[in-house]
Each structure stands twice: as C-alpha cells, then as structure tokens.
C-alpha cells in the first residue's frame, strides 16, 4: 500500500477545499427535485413529461396537428430547461471530483 509523502500530503492540502464536496452534494440535492421519484414510488415528474412530450410530437410531426405545436414547443423548452439545469450541476460535481483526483500523487496508482 503507497504512503503519502509530506510533500505530496502538502500539495493535497493546498490544492482542494474539502469544503467543495459539500457544494457538490448541494448541487446533487438540486437533481434530486427533477429525478426523484414521487409519492408512492410513482416515476420521476421528467419521465411523465417527456412521454407527454411524445404523444404531443406525435400529434404535431406525424399527424399534422399543428393547433397543438405551441403546446408541444412549451413543453419541449421546459423539459430542455431542467436538463440543462441537471447537466450544468453534474458538471459542477464532475469537476470538484476532477479538482480531487487531480492531485492524486504519482505513486498511488489505481489498484494499490
């Protein structure tokens, strides 16, 4: 098992807040008002929408109902507005770990 040199325990130190492991589970806390499931294990509020999103593309793009494209197009920017709200906090926590394993010292290696 690899042991930490002073020096690398002092870049490590210098190098990474812990604290923004918290503000990562923060961010993970915000994906969790789009994923999670709701009361009685009924799926996430994202998942009914988009299968909305469907019947309504459905209805637009292969029957050529178009009284009902601005319907559809609302839904479509909403549902693009919680994703990119999940993608930018997955990449918030994507780089604080990056921050994290940045550091780590040649002479660990993965396995050891």
Do not use: C
Request: net charge negative.
């Amino acid at each position: 098992m690899a042991e930490i040199s002073d020096d690398e325990l002092e870049a490590q130190q210098d190098g990474f807040d812990t604290y923004s492991l918290l503000h990562a589970i923060d961010e993970l806390d915000k994906m969790r008002g789009h994923l999670n499931d709701r009361e009685h294990h009924s799926p996430p509020e994202i998942r009914n929408d988009l299968l909305k999103l469907h019947g309504l593309a459905m209805a637009v793009v292969n029957e050529g109902e178009a009284d009902r494209a601005q319907e559809m197009f609302d839904l479509a920017f909403e549902i693009e507005d919680q994703l990119s709200d999940i993608s930018e906090a997955l990449e918030r926590i994507q780089e604080t770990i990056a921050k994290l394993t940045d550091l780590q010292p040649e002479s660990f290696q993965w396995g050891d």
